[in-house]
T-cell receptor
């Protein structure tokens, strides 16, 4: 079954604005990763946050993790047209077999100039 | 250049005609995986491999086979494709198994089964 679920499903913003998307998951996890997918292409890893971390930054990306609420958020600050893509969270449950990464359905972000 | 390659990139076939989608990585990664992506469902794992000769089922393995005879290659085999296997397929690899490691994805194979 799908572990992570992103919210919203779609997001439309203007260049310079911030974009925030959320990921909720059902079972306890080891880590959570965020990936980006440009239209029809392979996914690209953005950031990994461990279960004992609460916040992590990478350039214009900020990820938070709240294990008590089983949720994570990805914030893209000062968005650019090149940030237009779908964003996915991926988790590995503590009871899952190693390598069984579960992806959500994704948030489609459109950044207009 | 470090990469995961897949072939073919696009394939239209008919029900029942066996096909193989190849996947190769040049990063000496131990872990490889196959996913399918369908609208509204995200990516679902088909099969994965921890290392040579070690493979295991993901969430949606029915109708698919895999093999891992060499470290760099992880082909996906559809013995008798059906229309419900029409999808976008991705191969991925990582240094070792486990969510501490980022996965590197191939460019995708768009399969249509008529």
């Amino acid at each position: 079954s799908q572990q992570g679920e992103e919210d919203p499903q779609a997001l439309s913003i203007q260049e310079g604005e911030n974009a925030t998307m959320n990921c909720s998951y059902k079972t306890s996890i080891n880590n959570l990763q965020w990936y980006r997918q440009n239209s029809g292409r392979g996914l690209v890893h953005l950031i990994l946050i461990r279960s004992n971390e609460r916040e992590k930054h990478s350039g214009r990306l900020r990820v938070t993790l709240d294990t008590s609420k089983k949720s994570s958020s990805l914030l893209i600050t000062a968005s650019r047209a090149a940030d237009t893509a779908s964003y996915f969270c991926a988790t590995e449950g503590v009871t899952d077999s190693w390598g069984k990464l579960q992806f959500g359905a994704g948030t489609q972000v459109v950044v207009t100039p | 250049e470090a990469q995961v390659t897949q072939n073919p990139r696009y394939l239209i076939t008919v029900t029942g005609k066996k096909l193989t989608v190849t996947c190769s990585q040049n990063m000496n990664h131990e872990y490889m995986s196959w996913y399918r992506q369908d609208p509204g469902l995200g990516l679902r794992q088909i099969y994965y491999s921890m290392n040579v000769e070690v493979t295991d089922k993901g969430d949606v393995p029915e109708g698919y086979k895999v093999s891992r005879k060499e470290k760099r290659n992880f082909p996906l085999i559809l013995e008798s494709p059906s229309p419900n296997q029409t999808s976008l397929y991705f191969c991925a690899s990582s240094l070792v198994a486990g969510s501490y490691n980022e996965q590197f994805f191939g460019p995708g194979t768009r399969l249509t089964v008529l």
